[in-house]
């Protein structure tokens, strides 16, 4: 973004692609279903100065209404009819309105908001892991042994479909 690069380019399909993608992986963390998730209340926590739930709020309504679903003004595109010389007529032309991205600011504001919630989901996690060694140390080696053991199988195309069980 700082080069400046014409954002009707390919730079501009780049920047528009990482933003995109910066959103919808923002929103999944906020997103309940078979993982944990973060919560608002957890954005309202962080040490951050500003309109930082203002913020957040934004971010997932331009992934849900701009990226995910197209249902917004930032995405338009309309058929005009543009007067030409007089002898010429009338010609047709289009007009497309995109939003690309923020600008550099809101893309570091992004940057630093997501920072401090893996601040956040990371104590939460030492938490966790110390917690799971408390309970370790306080088994016999008799039970120890007798849990199942970890296995991962790596899926196939065939399951791109499928649900995570």
């Keep these: 973004m700082a080069k400046g690069d014409d954002p009707q380019g390919d730079s501009g399909i780049v920047i528009r692609g990482l933003w995109a993608a910066a959103l919808v992986a923002y929103k999944r963390c906020f997103s309940d279903g ?4 973060l919560s608002d209340t957890d954005v309202e926590s962080l040490p951050l100065q500003g309109e930082v739930v ?3 709020r934004f971010l997932k309504q331009m992934r849900d209404k701009h990226i995910a679903h197209s249902v917004n003004p930032f995405e338009e595109v309309r058929v005009l009819l543009f007067p030409q010389q007089a002898a010429e007529g009338v010609g047709v032309g289009h007009v497309l309105v995109k939003y690309m991205s923020s600008d550099e600011g809101g893309v570091r504001q992004l940057g630093d908001l997501a920072n401090h919630l893996l ?6 996690a030492e938490e966790q892991w110390n917690a799971l060694l408390r309970t370790a140390n ?3 080696p008799e039970e120890l042994a ?3 053991p970890y296995t991962h199988v790596i899926p196939g195309a ?3 479909n499928s649900a995570r069980r």
Aim: charge should be positive; hydrophobic fraction near 35%.
């Design 34 to 37: 078979k993982r944990s998730f």
């Design 138 to 140: 306080q088994m016999s």
């Design 119 to 124: 601040e956040l989901v990371h104590g939460r």
């Design 146 to 148: 007798a849990l199942k």
């Design 158 to 160: 065939e399951h791109a």
């Design 54 to 56: 203002e913020w957040h």
